[in-house]
């Protein structure tokens, strides 16, 4: 008997979760894995993506029609900031099993990379080492004190953060945070993790034509370089300098850089608040990208004033970031937003995004007629990737899509 005639089967269900891990872009000294460790990638960017897509928009329906009311009935009066929301979220079950199972996909990531890192660490160690060393582009200061805020703090549950090395030349921190984004983001920024450097190349283009053309740009805080390398090659003939506070980040990135073919980036370790090492006016483009909400309250404004005095006239300064908590945005929203800082060791994120930027890029110097707004989205292998543009799920801080702040320094 044939088997549609003994048991004819309902259509299968179309998948529409992230890609599978086996697309990602192995350069040449990304990590391996094995089966195991990329069912359990997988898993994790499947359960990333249920959770943005499935189980969040039931803490929404829970905010509704339990805790804003239970809130209204008993103080007799309306939220007044986001602080009050996330208290009264706290006390709803859909909330806490939704941050508690985020919470658990994220340790469980960063356990998963640290495993697949450490288990290779003298192969990685030494393919890195192969092709750093002597290498001019590559400036590390063995007395570099970190700053407090990079030292004291597991960024998003990531053992050592960015800067600590378990052996001399140890870049297994660097390798996981480059071998888990994927599980972390279900894919959305792409093959090399590299779709937000990707649009911000793309955007700066359009905005400023050809006639811009930089001879020196300044990427800061660019860890091991995901979106400045493909500034890099946007513009090769540029001379591209990357700083970060991390040792390991910076290794990583050179031979990265180096095995992906990009050969105009210099890495180097130097705290961004203080860049003295550069002279005035000497970058035509300085770019952040998701780091300003990892920089403190008081460096943020060195930061700026840094950015001002390091632009030639008539070049640019960009910060690429998840979009401000602006008096337009409920405070359900800006309280699901704040989920990093309080629950994923993101403790900068909530003050940073309650600034007013435009304010304090004054305050450092731009002029007010010379402030850049735009918007980016991730841009990726659309064959493969989910297409954040297109994309209509939410994941409050985590979406492949941010807000450009910037400026001009005029001439
Ligand atoms: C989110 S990560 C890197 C993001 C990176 N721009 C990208 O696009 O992939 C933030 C980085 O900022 C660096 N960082 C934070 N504070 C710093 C500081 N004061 N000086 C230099 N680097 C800093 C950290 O070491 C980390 O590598």
């Known amino acids: 008997m044939a088997d549609t005639e003994r048991d004819p089967r309902p259509d299968p269900i179309e998948y529409d979760g992230p890609p599978d891990y086996r697309v990602v872009g192995r350069h040449g000294v990304y990590p391996e894995t094995n089966h195991d460790e990329i069912a359990r990638f ?47 979220l706290l006390e709803d079950p859909m909330f ?22 450490l288990r290779q660490a003298e192969e990685l160690n030494a393919k890195v080492g192969e092709l750093t060393e002597g290498d001019e582009r590559l400036v590390l200061d063995p007395k570099f004190k970190q700053p407090r805020s990079t030292e004291a703090i597991d960024h998003h549950c990531m053992p050592g953060s960015y800067h600590t090395e378990l052996v001399p030349g140890d870049i297994t921190g660097p390798a996981n945070y480059d071998a888990g984004i994927f599980a972390t983001t279900g894919g959305m920024l792409g093959r090399y993790n590299d779709g937000g450097g990707v649009a911000v190349a793309e ?22 370089g995901h979106n400045v390398l493909p500034i890099a090659a946007a513009f090769p003939d540029a001379e591209v300098i990357a700083v970060d506070a991390g040792a390991p980040m910076l290794r990583y990135g050179l031979a990265r850089a180096k095995s992906m073919g990009i050969e105009n980036v210099t890495f180097i370790q130097d705290d961004v608040s203080d860049l ?34 390091l632009l030639k006239p008539g070049g640019i300064v960009l910060h690429v970031e998840q979009p401000q908590y602006a008096d337009t945005m409920p405070l359900f929203e800006q309280a699901m937003r704040d989920w990093d800082a309080f629950y994923n ?9 309650e600034v007013d930027l435009d304010e304090w890029m ?50």
Request: glycine fraction near 6%; hydrophobic fraction near 40%; charged fraction near 30%.
């Open 203 to 224: 955007w700066v283009k359009k905005t400023f034509g050809d006639d811009f053309k930089p001879k020196r740009i300044l990427d800061i805080g660019a860890g091991l």
């Open 276 to 309: 003295s090492r550069f002279e005035d006016e000497s970058f035509d483009w300085v770019q952040s990208t998701m780091f300003l909400h990892e920089t403190s309250y008081k460096t943020m404004p060195m930061i700026f004033a840094e950015t001002q005095r």
């Open 96 to 117: 806490q099993w939704w941050s508690a199972l985020r919470r658990a996909t994220m340790e469980t990531r960063q356990q998963a990379g640290r495993w697949v890192t």
């Open 362 to 411: 004054k305050k450092a110097g731009f002029g007010d007629n010379h402030l850049i707004h735009g918007g980016v989205a991730a841009v990726v292998d659309k064959d493969v990737f989910p297409d954040a543009a297109d994309d209509d799920s939410e994941d409050f801080g985590r979406k492949a899509a941010w807000h450009v702040i910037g400026a001009k320094k005029v001439a």
């Open 345 to 353: 060791n993101e403790p900068f994120w909530t003050k940073m995004h």
């Open 42 to 88: 997988n898993f994790l960017a499947q359960m990333n993506r249920h959770l943005s897509t499935k189980i969040m928009p039931g803490v929404g329906e829970a905010f509704d029609a339990r805790v804003e009311p239970t809130f209204k009935k008993k103080k007799k009066r309306d939220f007044e900031s986001r602080h009050e929301v996330r208290k009264a």
